[in-house]
């Protein structure tokens, strides 16, 4: 990730210009933000976004990945819609639920009909959730990639 990007999630993060970000967060609420996603970070006192960035610029794929998450989960702006257009743009957000359950080699047919049917009528909060097995997703996600790869050829 280049360091102009870093440098906008640290900016999202502290929250200086509210017209731009949801949140101002002192520095007791920098520390908080990166514990709550299981960053051992301590502010010291040193300026909140130059700090905001070094811890940014210091983090692994996987914990940058939990800021990025940490930043788009709808519940950190509590359900404010001014918060969340300001995050995201519009006051909706679109989304779509996944469930996967089991293995397919495990379900028995009342079982099977069960799952069926949740995949015919599961909804949550208006949106379709989509159910699968471990192996139903794996074998989708194989045939895509496959599919991916030859469209590259």
């Known amino acids: 990730m280049d360091k102009t ?5 640290a900016e999202m993060i502290c929250g200086d210009d509210q017209a731009r970000h949801p949140v101002y967060r002192t520095s007791t609420y920098l520390t908080k933000f990166f514990q709550d996603i299981g960053i051992n970070q301590v502010h ?4 909140r976004k130059w700090w905001t960035l070094s811890v940014i610029e210091n983090l692994n794929g996987i914990d940058l990945q939990k800021v990025i998450l940490r930043l788009t989960a709808p519940k950190l702006y509590g359900g404010n819609r001014d918060h969340i257009k ?3 743009g519009k ?3 679109n989304y779509e ?10 379900l028995d047919s009342s079982k099977r009909k069960r799952l069926d049917w949740r995949n015919e009528n599961l909804i949550l909060n208006s949106k379709k959730i989509y159910c699968f097995t471990y192996d139903e997703l794996y074998s989708a996600l194989h045939d895509k990639l496959n599919y991916l790869r030859q469209l590259k050829k």
């Open 44 to 47: 010291d006192g040193t300026t």
């Open 5 to 9: 990007t870093k440098e906008k999630i």
């Open 97 to 106: 639920g996944l469930l996967i359950i089991g293995r397919s080699k495990y």
């Open 91 to 93: 006051n909706k957000i």
């Open 86 to 88: 300001l995050a995201f």
